[in-house]
């Protein structure tokens, strides 16, 4: 089954890492996640990023990418997700944002590795960053 293009075409920096996350088994669908009011998805057990295609409209599409890409990442090397043990420097004003975000709308046994998608998204270096993640911790 053909899988719907992106509404937009994706920046030239985000290609090596959907390339890679190709190369370890993950697909990556632009199109409304199977769970209603979110922007992004992970889905562990088939591999699996969803991309909602009104965060192009909105303007939030490479940091959505970007954040389930680090649960892909998360997700290896046995399918369960586990820090990556990255501190990516946040502004304390991003910082307050993020544990609000994560405050009200995460369980807490989630907020850890929300935490470390949160702040990984919003990275210039993230791209980069995940595509070595994917080679060392994704041995498919």
């Not at 669908?29 to 009011?37: L, M, V």
């Not at 892909?72 to 043990?85: D, E, H, I």
């Amino acid at each position: 089954m053909d899988q719907p293009a992106p509404p937009q075409p994706i920046a030239a920096n985000l290609q090596p890492l959907l390339r890679e996350l190709k190369a370890h088994g993950f697909k990556v669908r632009f199109e409304q996640p199977p769970k209603i009011g979110v922007y992004g998805l992970f889905e562990a057990r088939s591999r699996t990023l969803w991309v909602h295609p009104i965060t192009f409209e909105l303007g939030i599409s490479r940091q959505t990418l970007l954040h389930e890409a680090v649960h892909a990442a998360q997700s290896c090397p046995q399918g369960n997700l586990t820090r990556l043990g990255i501190a990516a420097p946040v502004s304390p004003l991003i910082a307050q944002e993020i544990n609000s975000i994560l405050f009200s709308n995460y369980h807490v046994k989630d907020r850890v590795l929300e935490q470390e998608a949160f702040s990984l998204q919003g990275q210039t270096t993230a791209p980069s960053i995940l595509v070595k993640l994917l080679r060392q911790r994704c041995k498919t």
